[in-house]
């Protein structure tokens, strides 16, 4: 009896021990970087021993992957499962009824929540320094929301090619990372006469603009679909 119960409380220490480390890990990495972030500086945060890195994540290469799929994860299955939710209901949902669930869904955790806002600053410095495998990112977050997305565009929205359905999908989420930083920057600067921002009038904006972009984009695929080149289109 007396080994189980102490190899029930080293699993709950090891697994408490595993989360500090990781936590630890998210904020020093969005706020320092991969380089700039040692060791020590995760292990005195976690209050850990430097052989814990090791022992948990195989060292801090690892440790900056695990961290990013840590935060990468939950958003992304947040979102997917708002899509999901929407699409289920009957009748149909409308094309302005999917952009505003789309827009909330992408917003609210990385605009009101310490989590989101330290996951944009993680991503700030991936996108600006890769020290990621390209697939991580691509596959296990832009991938399936994109996919999803225009499944259910597809469904609710106006007729267009699956390629130009893409096309715009990463056109809506164009709006939405602007709109992000945005948020942060009023916060912090005093700009909110230059440049106001409220998230519902910005997510009222986003569906009366987006929906009537996606209308007017599907009235002439040739023409959309035809590529430019030095700023005129190829004749």
């Known amino acids: 009896m007396e080994t189980q119960i102490s190899t029930c409380d080293a699993t709950s220490e090891a697994r408490e021990t595993h989360e500090r480390i990781l936590e630890a890990a998210q904020k020093l990495f969005a706020e320092k970087g991969l380089d700039a972030t040692s060791v020590r500086d995760i292990t005195a945060a976690a209050d ?28 992304r299955d947040q979102r997917l499962a708002m899509i999901a939710e929407l699409m289920e209901r009957e009748p149909v949902p409308t094309l302005e009824e999917f952009l505003a669930t789309f827009a909330e869904g992408f917003l609210d955790p990385l605009v009101d929540h310490s989590r989101g806002r330290m996951f944009m600053v993680f991503v700030s410095r991936e996108l600006l320094d890769p020290r990621l495998p390209l697939s991580v990112f691509l596959e296990e977050f832009i991938l399936p929301m994109v996919q999803r997305a225009a499944a259910a565009l597809e469904r609710v929205g106006p007729p267009m090619t699956p390629n130009n359905r893409i096309m715009c999908i990463f056109s809506l989420i164009g709006q939405l990372l602007h709109a992000v930083k945005a948020h942060h920057l009023s916060a912090h600067v005093e700009i909110q006469d230059a440049v106001p921002f409220d998230l519902a009038g910005f997510v009222d904006h986003f569906v009366r603009f987006s929906s009537a972009g996606l209308r007017a984009y599907s009235l002439d695929e040739t023409a959309s679909s035809t590529p430019f080149t030095g700023g005129e289109k190829d004749q």
């Open 48 to 75: 850990c021993n430097v052989a814990a890195v090791n022992y948990h994540f195989g060292g801090k290469e690892n440790l900056y992957l695990e961290s990013f799929k840590a935060m990468l994860g939950p958003l």
